[in-house]
């Protein structure tokens, strides 16, 4: 066979300059390492690092160019990640990482580094890695450019098949879902000043540590460095993800200033409408929400749920505690019919539970709740309050756990809420509560055996009538409220068995 003329012609230089450009670049699923970025890594470097920032006033890091913040949202859309090409895509390893481009809503790059045997390699941000139409705009790469967040995909449900499970991305904003679940409410690394009158601060994940896995590890372990104007943090990820995933986070803090406004493991969520509150919500579906609850479980061995609502006005609710044993932002409701929406399968977001790894002393649970009139905008917000607050300099350790399924394991064994309804009568002249208790051997005997406890900081409330449900076979409680010219009513109900609980405590904040 002969060659063609060109390449019979081709010198040797030549042909070994074409081979050093091929080998300089990235192979499918080895993004580029950023020359001369190695460095030891372990927990103890990452706390001094944080420690060490903490000690000078906060740097962000550096815009991505003008023509990359100026994307459109159609625009920024016209990019998109190729998974083929992700993190350890072409190795035996349970996990895949992809990556997202800055832009838009991520004017500034996170930094992505990769760990294995205790060196951390840092990813340069990769052009090849990415697919987009011939109509995304030709924009200038620079040292300042890198990856807005990343995606972790692992073999939930097929072997050949990895799906993901965990974005990082905005901020210290994180998600996470079990299989086959889709995306509903975050989390973050560390609310500050939520609802306060000087305005929220929002510090950022502003670098990553991937530990590279080894074939058969279950575990994916992710560190990150939390800095912000007031506070710098060290924060560790074990994940496992599964029909539940599960995430064990450690965390150190170093904050610059005082901080009496500030939230432990903080979740966002959004609640537009449901059963309690379809007034001025003109829309075909009977219910919109990632969550419908608040769960804590309390120091003195409570288990509280309380409805969510969207406001007419901004409202914040504190859960005054001790040494709390978990709390998180359940979504209940499960049928297709609680909805009715084919595509945003709301029946399928994850509820999310908080469990503390050693005791947090005093403080109060947060539910802070926005008025929203849209579903895209997230307007709850939940998180732990140490009474004290953090002190500048000072140097704070705690971990917690978190669940991300359709229902955490229960705490206690009672019934949980299932459902609750607020309006008015058949001639509107009061308004009735509602509350639905799933079924449960402890509601097996007949109503009249149990006793309802409602009770209301103002206003009058009356006792209650108790009845089965035929359809979940639970138990239902109604109640009527009568505020008079009270303009809200911090509200109570519970089912006892003598004067054993066999419920959750039901709570509610109403207002016209």
């Not at 002393?361 to 140490?386: C, H, K, M, T």
């Amino acid at each position: 066979m002969t060659s063609s003329a060109p390449f019979a012609q081709m010198t040797r230089r030549s042909s070994l300059a074409l081979l050093a450009a091929a080998m300089a670049q990235p192979s499918w699923g080895m993004p580029m390492v950023r020359a001369g970025s190695t460095h030891a890594f372990d927990r103890a470097w990452l706390e001094a690092e944080a420690q060490r920032l903490a000690q000078a006033p906060h740097v962000p890091m550096p815009q991505v160019p003008e023509g990359w913040r100026d994307l459109s949202y159609d625009e920024y859309r016209m990019m998109w990640f190729n998974p083929q090409r992700g993190l350890w895509t072409d190795e035996d390893r349970p996990f895949k990482v992809d990556f997202f481009h800055p832009g838009l809503y991520f004017p500034r790059p996170v930094e992505v580094n990769v760990v294995e045997n205790g060196q951390a390699q840092t990813l340069a941000f990769d052009m090849s890695l990415f697919d987009m139409t011939d109509q995304f705009p030709d924009l200038p790469v620079d040292d300042s450019m890198g990856y807005s967040g990343l995606r972790l995909r692992a073999a939930m449900e097929h072997p050949d098949l990895f799906t993901e499970f965990a974005v990082f991305q905005g901020a210290s904003y994180f998600r996470a879902i079990g299989a086959g679940m889709n995306y509903g409410l975050s989390a973050r690394g560390l609310a500050i000043n939520t609802a306060g009158p000087e305005g929220e601060e929002f510090p950022e994940f502003t670098r990553f540590w991937l530990e590279a896995p080894q074939p058969g590890d279950a575990r994916q372990v992710l560190h990150a460095l939390l800095d912000g104007d007031s506070c710098t943090g060290a924060y560790t990820f074990r994940i496992d993800p599964g029909d539940a995933t599960l995430m064990s986070v450690e965390v150190t803090l170093y904050p610059r200033v005082d901080l009496p406004n500030v939230g432990l493991a903080p979740l966002t969520s959004m609640f537009l409408f449901d059963q309690t509150n379809r007034a001025g919500h003109d829309d075909f579906r009977p219910a919109v929400h990632d969550s419908d609850g608040l769960m804590i479980h309390n120091g003195a061995g409570e288990l509280l749920f309380r409805s969510l609502k969207n406001p007419a006005q901004l409202e914040v609710s504190s859960f005054v505690d001790d040494s709390p044993r978990g709390f998180g932002l359940m979504q209940r409701a499960r049928d297709l019919a609680d909805f009715e929406d084919f595509e945003a399968h709301y029946q399928n977001r994850p509820s999310l539970w908080i469990t503390p790894g050693e005791s947090w002393g005093e403080g109060s649970v947060q539910l802070v709740e926005i008025p929203s009139d849209l579903e895209v905008y997230d307007n709850i917000v939940a998180f732990w309050r140490p009474r004290d607050g953090l002190q500048a300099g000072a140097e704070y350790r705690f971990s917690y756990d978190m669940e991300w399924s359709a229902e955490p394991p229960r705490p206690r064994d009672v019934a949980p809420v299932l459902n609750t309804a607020i309006g008015g009568n058949w001639d509107r002249s009061r308004t009735l509560v509602s509350i639905d208790f799933a079924d449960h051997p402890a509601l097996s005997d007949s109503p009249d055996a149990y006793t309802q406890v409602i009770r209301s900081n103002r206003g009058e409330v009356t006792d209650g009538v108790l009845e089965r449900n035929p359809r979940t076979g639970g138990l239902r409680l109604t109640f009527a409220l009568e505020p008079g010219e009270h303009p809200s009513m911090e509200l109570r109900a519970q089912v006892l068995l003598g004067e054993e609980p066999v419920t959750e405590v039901w709570l509610y904040r109403w207002s016209p």
